[in-house]
């Protein structure tokens, strides 16, 4: 039989899920070292009485960087619980706005896809025009 270009009409929900479970112990894996980065860093700036202030500020930039990572990953996270309970419900992968399914190729290029390519593209458009308004108006 001749290969055909395997555009699944079923991803399988159980590959989906394998993915985004992968996916989501990485992201808690990251949570996990970035936390005790940060303990570490913040045991040791208590710990030092005598700190010169480039010390400091190096170490309040590391402290930032590492917390700002720490959230990205932390919202990662939640994307990825909300992702597998509608995964469970049934409802991942269904366009918010026409119900239809997405794509699974879309999915598993943006797993937290909310819509499908052409819902998106409309929304997209009327997101722009809005932004367009509020800044004639602000003028
Ligand atoms: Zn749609």
Not at 26 to 39: D, G, K, N, P
Not at 41 to 57: F, G, P
Request: aromatic share 2%; with cysteine; hydrophobic share 35%.
């Amino acid at each position: 039989m001749a290969k055909t270009l395997i555009e699944p009409a079923s991803t399988s929900t159980d590959e989906l899920r394998a993915m985004l479970l992968e996916w989501r112990s990485v992201i808690q894996q990251e949570i996990h070292e970035l936390l005790a980065q940060h303990r570490e860093h913040y045991t040791a700036t208590h710990n030092d009485s005598v700190l010169d202030l480039e010390d400091m500020s190096l170490r309040d930039s590391t402290a930032e960087q590492q917390l700002s990572l720490l959230e990205a990953r932390n919202r990662t996270r939640l994307m990825l619980d909300t992702a597998l309970r509608r995964l469970d419900d049934g409802e991942y992968g269904l366009c918010e706005d026409c119900g239809d399914k997405i794509g699974a190729g879309r999915l598993r290029a943006l797993p937290f896809a909310k819509r499908c390519l052409s819902c998106q593209h409309q929304a997209e458009v009327l997101e722009k025009i809005a932004r367009q308004e509020v800044r004639r108006d602000d003028m």
